[in-house]
């Protein structure tokens, strides 16, 4: 049974840092790509980043390139997103993501609020 659970959210001031963690278990964790998504109150789930099961290749939304960067550590089973230079605009629940089989599991979210 697949799971994830998602860490490390909170509230920070515009131009903080967070790191965000996504713990796994239930599946050979390095053999698959992981995904950061994020959902702001009334707008659609947002793919934020990417990371191939190896660490090899990333991808990021534009809105977050050059900002937040995605790893993962395969001997722990877990991904990481840091998010530098935070924006008000970031605000939103930050859910990981691994599809197995075809088949998506989510985590439950943690939220993560820019404001001064």
């Known amino acids: 049974q697949v799971q994830l659970v998602e860490s490390g959210g909170g509230l920070v001031?515009?131009?903080?840092?967070l790191r965000l963690s996504c713990?796994?278990?239930?599946?050979?964790?390095?053999?698959?790509?992981?995904?950061?998504?994020?959902?702001?109150?009334?707008?659609?789930?947002e793919l934020v980043a990417a990371i191939t099961g190896t660490g090899g290749s990333t991808t990021y939304a534009d809105s977050v390139k050059g900002r937040f960067?995605?790893?993962?550590d395969n001997a722990?089973?877990?991904?990481?997103?840091?998010?530098?230079?935070?924006?008000?605009e970031d605000t939103a629940v930050y859910i990981c993501n691994?599809?197995?089989?075809?088949?998506?599991?989510?985590?439950?979210?943690t939220q993560v609020t820019v404001s001064s």
């Open 13 to 17: 001031q515009p131009g903080g840092s």
């Open 23 to 45: 713990a796994a278990s239930g599946f050979t964790f390095s053999r698959y790509s992981m995904n950061w998504y994020r959902q702001a109150p009334g707008k659609e789930r």
């Open 69 to 72: 960067t995605i790893s993962r």
């Open 76 to 88: 722990k089973n877990t991904v990481y997103l840091q998010m530098n230079s935070l924006k008000p």
């Open 98 to 109: 691994v599809r197995v089989r075809g088949l998506d599991s989510w985590g439950q979210g």
